[in-house]
């Protein structure tokens, strides 16, 4: 029996990005990188390869599958993969970097940095992802040649503090949501929505929830009138709410899709005189923590209560947290909810299948990590 193909590791990947990141390509044939070196060996037209081709082609395969933009223009000059620099210090080529986001070097290493080196391994991740089944005998020759359609809906049980606990993954844009009572959505601290036109959450979720007319013209804005009127209610309009806030609207347009409220959670401090944000993991905690509370506040005051919540990785975009540091935020409030014995449906969306399958992953190790735990507690639970 042929043995499975081995899957890569995203940590043990990201601790080998991190180490070109530190000395360059220039510097690969000596560089001890393993993982990165097999993956690069096992693509089509890699065989033959020394170790420094073969790595540098998987890692500029990974960068130009970010798609472009200022993310991938810095992990060009992370990498030293940008035309001029593979042989610069890891300080000029981080300063580079930097420059690119028109952040601070230190802000960059702490934030930015780490964000673009998890994009770069989690491109690597789709390139080492196993080749698309072979179809089934009965769909004929012509069918051999369609390559096929990853499921844009997963569900995944990981075992947690004792007991089973299904939870969905989205692999979508958060606008196809449908039937799920609660969406959340990230929010600056002073609760303004940005432009409808832009491509974040929050944006999607005002552009989805407005009314409008035969030629698309917005009718009603409902969501940006609501979050509005709940800042003026709650004294707050023009000034900062605390970081973790939680303000609550209805789901405007959303509903005839069956979602029927939007939490909306002030996770990201503007920074004066800026475009960029900070968001701390522990704000993150904090405002999904509140968004239970609120959820189990209001659930029986609705018919048929709520019941079901959805969170996107806070701060993994304009945010600048790296997706593996977003969900072990939203996690540690999530797995303290479901520790209390909490029966909520919970839900993940994100965009991507790299980072539905970083998630896979992720609550995989949480569920066995929180189980082990909840064996060791006297009388089984923590």
């Known amino acids: 029996m042929p043995h499975p193909p081995h899957q890569p590791d995203h940590a043990a990947v990201l601790a080998e990005v991190r180490a070109v990141r530190r000395a360059g390509v220039v510097r690969l044939r000596g560089l001890v990188v393993p993982e990165l070196l097999r993956i690069a060996r096992e693509r089509p037209g890699a065989r033959g ?6 790595v540098e082609r998987l890692l500029r ?3 130009t599958g970010i798609g472009g933009g200022t993310l991938q223009a810095a992990a060009e000059y992370t990498l030293g993969l940008a035309q001029g620099t593979r042989d610069w210090p890891p300080a000029d080529r981080r300063r580079r970097a930097a420059e690119v986001y028109g ?12 964000m673009v080196l998890d994009q770069v391994t989690e491109q690597i991740l789709v390139l080492a992802g196993p080749a698309p ?12 040649g369609r390559p096929g359609l990853a499921a844009a809906h ?5 075992r947690v503090h004792g007991r089973i606990v299904p939870i969905t993954l ?5 606008d196809l949501l449908r039937d799920v009572d609660v969406v959340v959505s990230p929010s600056n601290t002073y609760f303004v929505l940005p432009a409808p036109y832009k491509a974040s959450v929050a944006a999607t979720l005002r552009r989805a929830g407005a009314r409008t007319d035969a030629t698309g013209g917005v009718v009603e804005d409902r969501i940006h009138d609501e979050l509005r009127d709940w800042s003026a209610r709650h004294g ?3 000034r900062a709410a605390l970081p973790g806030t939680v303000a609550v609207t209805s789901a405007g347009a959303l509903a005839d899709q069956g979602v029927r409220r939007i939490y909306h959670l002030a996770v990201a401090v503007p920074r004066p005189g800026t475009n960029d944000y900070d968001v701390q993991p522990a ?6 923590d509140r968004a239970f509370r609120q959820l189990a506040e209001e659930s029986g005051r609705h018919d048929p209560p709520l019941t079901s919540i959805c969170l996107p990785l806070l701060g993994a975009g304009r945010g600048g947290l790296p997706a593996l540091e977003s969900f072990g935020a939203l996690w540690t409030a999530v797995e303290a909810e479901l520790a209390r014995g909490a029966e909520w449906d919970i839900h993940f969306v994100v965009r991507r299948h790299a980072r539905a399958d970083l998630l896979e992953r992720l609550l995989a190790t949480a569920g066995r990590r929180s189980d082990g735990i909840a064996s060791a507690a006297p009388g089984g639970s923590v």
């Open 49 to 54: 390869e020394s170790t420094g081709p073969a």
């Open 61 to 63: 395969d990974a960068v």
């Open 103 to 114: 952040v601070s070097v230190e802000r960059f290493r702490k934030h930015h940095e780490l």
């Open 133 to 144: 089944a072979a179809p089934p005998p009965d769909e004929g020759p012509a069918a051999a």
């Open 154 to 158: 997963r569900v995944v049980e990981p």
């Open 170 to 174: 989205h692999v979508h844009s958060v």
């Open 236 to 238: 707050v309009p023009g």
């Open 283 to 288: 704000d993150i905690t904090r405002a999904v």
